[in-house]
């Protein structure tokens, strides 16, 4: 009898195993119909095995980033050849996040993981280290210069935070989100997301080269809208030089140091202020001619809400976190520029 060839599809990561089964009797003659149907077997196994190819590679690259501004570089700069998967969700604080066990089976998985300098990814890197020997772990923030967290200003026997633009700046690129360390909120400034992108585009190339024509020109292009948006904020804040503006959490301390801004927190130390603390800073936003408190989702708005009372102004929201980081770069300027000019 002739011989029987089986194609099966495994279940193992979509590779095909070709089986062949049966036997060939020897001395046997072979019919015509015999031929055509060896050719055809031949035929869809030379077919199949092409197609095994194209799909191997035209394959996304799949990667991981810790929060949604990133995840928006990479499907700028990736494109098709990406698939982007990222840990905090909408709404979720990153200095207190804690990712699931599925979500670090998935990250292990991934072909690369950009990190941006928060506390949890240490915890996250120590672990895939252990189980995972391809994913390839990158700090997009290399090569920018960081800020401290915060500097302190004195009212009396009380402490609170003020970022003045221009001022402590650092060139490590270290980890973490110390309050008296180095803040990690870089991406909030179009100069930093070009570096930001420069380091992913890179790793990318690596990863992933017979696309990296696609992966430069998308680079480039994203470029050139960064470099638009950043001279647009500039000329619309530059009437405001100097300003300072009112937030819960401190994460707008690189937006403020590009365009000369002071951004002053009602958090201090990474707590709710004591009613003493409090107390001064109404009576120094009150000085500043301040009517509005920016507060972000991720965290409690309620000594916001105090002294946006105490002073006549308002709670506004402004979300350092949005996945579209350019537009909500403009949206934060726009915001920003109303509040002083009012």
């Not at 810790?66 to 990479?74: A, C, E, F, V, Y």
């Not at 915890?123 to 401290?148: E, M, N, P, W, Y």
């Not at 100097?242 to 365009?259: D, I, N």
Request: charged share 20%; hydrophobic share 40%.
């Amino acid at each position: 009898m002739p011989s029987i060839l089986s194609v099966k599809q495994m279940p193992v990561r979509g590779c095909i195993k070709i089986v062949m089964i049966g036997t060939v009797r020897k001395n046997m003659k072979t019919t015509p119909s015999d031929n055509v149907f060896r050719n055809a077997v031949f035929l869809i196994l030379f077919f199949l095995v092409m197609l095994l190819g194209v799909q191997k590679a035209n394959a996304a690259v799949e990667v991981f980033v810790s929060i949604p501004p990133q995840k928006w570089l990479s499907d700028r700069i990736g494109g098709q050849h990406l698939v982007t998967g990222v840990l905090i969700s909408k709404g979720q604080d990153p200095h207190t996040f804690e990712p699931t066990p599925k979500q670090v089976e998935a990250l292990s998985h991934s072909q690369l993981y950009f990190t941006v300098g928060l506390e949890f990814e240490k915890q996250i890197i120590t672990k895939i280290r252990q189980s995972s020997s391809k994913l390839q772990i990158v700090d997009c923030t290399a090569g920018i210069k960081k800020l401290a967290m915060a500097e302190h200003h004195h009212h009396g026997n009380e402490t609170v935070h003020h970022d003045d633009a221009g001022k402590n700046e650092h060139t490590e690129d270290g980890q973490g989100h110390d309050h008296a360390g180095l803040d990690p909120h870089v991406w909030l400034s179009p100069v930093n997301l070009k570096i930001m992108a420069a380091n992913m585009a890179k790793a990318m190339i690596a990863a992933d080269p017979q696309n990296s024509g696609d992966y430069t020109a998308n680079l480039a292009q994203l470029n050139r809208e960064l470099d638009a948006l950043d001279q647009k904020i500039a000329a619309q804040l530059q009437p405001c030089a100097g300003a300072t503006f009112f937030v819960f959490h401190p994460s707008f301390g690189y937006f403020a140091k590009r365009y000369g801004l002071h951004q002053e927190a009602v958090e201090v130390e990474g707590k709710l202020p004591t009613p003493k603390q409090l107390s001064n800073l109404i009576t120094e936003a009150k000085a500043d001619g301040v009517k509005v408190i920016f507060v972000q989702p991720q965290f409690d708005s309620r000594s916001a809400e105090v002294i946006a009372t105490a002073i006549g102004g308002e709670v506004v929201p402004l979300d350092a976190l949005a996945e579209d980081v350019k537009g909500n770069l403009e949206t934060i300027a726009n915001k920003i520029f109303t509040a002083l000019v009012q």
